[in-house]
């Protein structure tokens, strides 16, 4: 079983920054692919990015490419979401979530083995 706890949400005003964290318990975190969603009220569970076990690899969602960082410290069992020049429809609640193996279906949240509880992200016009 993994644990996940994200932090790091908030209120913030369009064009601004906020870091997402989230930090795993229980077994081993490292041999996993971490990805961040997002949900807005009324709407699907979108992927928003996703890095493999060792970190040598990312992806993005379109919407948040050039915006957004993941990145990873397995020595810390975290995986971070750095959001830059936020947007209102950045607005959401971001999960976080863990993926044993396949790394093909990182955009799939029903192949996803373990999620975070969410925090909110609000961007204010």
């Known amino acids: 079983q993994v644990q996940l706890v994200e932090s790091g949400g908030g209120l913030v005003q369009a064009g601004g920054s906020l870091s997402l964290s989230c930090a795993a318990s229980?077994?081993?975190?490292?041999?996993?692919?971490v990805g961040w969603f997002r949900q807005a009220p009324g709407k699907e569970r979108d992927f928003v990015a996703a890095i493999t076990w060792s970190g040598s690899v990312t992806d993005y969602a379109d919407s948040v490419k050039d915006r957004f960082t993941i990145s990873r410290d397995n020595a810390k069992n975290t995986v971070y979401l750095q959001m830059n020049s936020l947007k209102p429809e950045d607005t959401a609640v971001y999960y976080c979530?863990?993926?044993?193996?396949?790394?093909?279906?990182?955009?799939?949240?029903?192949?996803?083995?373990?999620w975070g509880q969410g925090t909110q992200v609000t961007v204010s016009s």
């Open positions: 979530a863990a993926l044993q193996f396949n790394w093909w279906a990182r955009a799939n949240a029903n192949r996803y083995n373990y």
């Open positions: 229980g077994r081993s975190f490292s041999d996993f692919t």
